[in-house]
């Protein structure tokens, strides 16, 4: 059976408020329709799932006409699971092209895009040139750890979009789940298909150009930046990355890693590790790393302020305040001694009105966590790590942003 066709706006209305009637519906976090790429070896391996759009607490009536359209097929969606994923089938388009057939002739750049995405699958089906497990349609209820490839790909397609933000989702497991695979363009290969194909796709003049072998794509894999974002080279950025207008990334020794970014214009020639976050305005120079939860930082992430210079090769382990500056290679730890005057505690202090500390002469790097308008720098002559009340100010040159 099929579902009836849906005659006018107000007749879906009431479709959708019958749908969500289905005994414990529960409306998605997160759903989509994914096409997948299977393993050339082992057909049942997921190897990526790519999303032309995806809905991230919103469209709540698509996901009911979803869900419609798969109890028609006899597929009842588990509402009690943290995430549900299965195949899109011919019935499954007819009917949710019956549920939406009030807007199927919209004008161009009008339509739904969840409306385009069936009507585009609707016309691969009749040309037979899909199969019934090329697309998923992915439904996230819970925020739990990820239990499949096409949930995962969810999770970061959301980040890199900015529909979720840095750090508000649950990826552990995620490394487990994806497949580390050779990426020729936007292809995953099988690394073992590689090895048992090697002698003839060679002989053949077919082996492929094999960009980087990883579990997870680039980042321009997927997303369509800002027109005024820049990437120099498609490497430098993971996907799950998240890179606010006006970020540049440098080539050489930049890297931004998933699940961290920039939330404004933000110069990137170091490394930003996972679950870092660079505030507008602020400049990472060449080699400088921010550290991620796994390496160093006693599993806190980190945050760096707006207006925030980190000098070349410099390594920051701890949260940063506005208007700071680490020196070019000096390296600020949780447990780094910094020496501060007592002159320039008073300025940090007058800056810092809710800092709980006493004037010392020596102070751990974590103590100055957050700190506003603080600048380190490394004497010369005795390699002590000293801190001061910063007096310059960091801007970005806005003709690069």
């Not at 706006?9 to 479709?15: L, T, Y």
């Not at 966590?369 to 801007?395: C, P, Y």
């Amino acid at each position: 059976m099929a579902l009836e066709v849906v005659k006018n706006s107000d007749e879906f209305k009431r479709f959708v408020t019958k749908a969500k009637e289905i005994k414990n519906y529960k409306e998605p976090i997160g759903f989509g329709i994914a096409r997948v790429d299977r393993g050339q070896k082992n057909s049942e391996k997921i190897l990526q799932a790519t999303y032309p759009i995806i809905n991230w607490n919103e469209n709540f009536g698509s996901a009911a006409v979803f869900i419609a359209s798969l109890n028609e097929c006899g597929i009842c969606v588990d509402f009690n699971k943290d995430e549900f994923v299965t195949d899109v089938t011919r019935e499954f388009v007819l009917n949710t092209m019956n549920a939406f057939a009030p807007f199927l002739n919209e004008a161009v750049g009008e339509e739904h895009k969840n409306v385009q995405v069936i009507k585009h699958i609707n016309e691969l089906f009749a040309t037979d040139t899909i199969g019934d497990k090329s697309y998923k349609v992915v439904f996230i209820f819970e925020d739990k750890a990820p239990k499949s490839v096409e949930s995962v790909y969810l999770k970061l397609y959301a980040l890199s979009t900015s529909k979720a933000d840095l750090r508000s989702l649950n990826l552990n497991g995620a490394f487990g789940i994806l497949e580390n695979v050779a990426w020729s363009g936007n292809t995953p290969i099988e690394l073992e298909w590689l090895r048992e194909n090697e002698i003839s796709l060679k002989l053949d003049a077919k082996y492929p150009e094999i960009n980087s072998v990883d579990k997870f794509p680039r980042f321009l894999q997927h997303i369509i930046p800002a027109s005024n974002t820049r990437i120099l080279e498609t490497s430098k950025v993971r996907m799950g990355a998240q890179l606010h207008s006006g970020t540049t990334v440098m080539p050489g020794a930049s890297y931004i890693n998933f699940n961290a970014g920039t939330t404004g214009p933000v110069m990137v020639e170091g490394r930003i590790s996972s679950s870092a976050i660079v505030g507008s305005g602020s400049d990472v120079g060449g080699g400088a790393s921010i550290l991620g939860v796994l390496s160093g930082t006693d599993g806190n992430p980190i945050s760096i302020g707006e207006n925030t210079l980190l000098g070349a090769n410099s390594v920051t382990g701890v949260p940063l305040g506005d208007g700071c500056i680490v020196d070019a290679g000096v390296t600020i730890l949780e447990g780094t001694k910094v020496t501060i005057s007592t002159e320039e505690f008073n300025k940090i202090k007058d800056a810092n009105p809710n800092w709980d500390a006493n004037d010392t002469d020596v102070f751990k790097g974590g103590v100055l966590a957050d700190l506003n308008g603080v600048h380190f720098r490394q004497d010369s002559i005795t390699g002590t790590i000293k801190a001061f009340r910063s007096t310059r100010e960091v801007k970005l040159n806005e003709e690069l942003h």
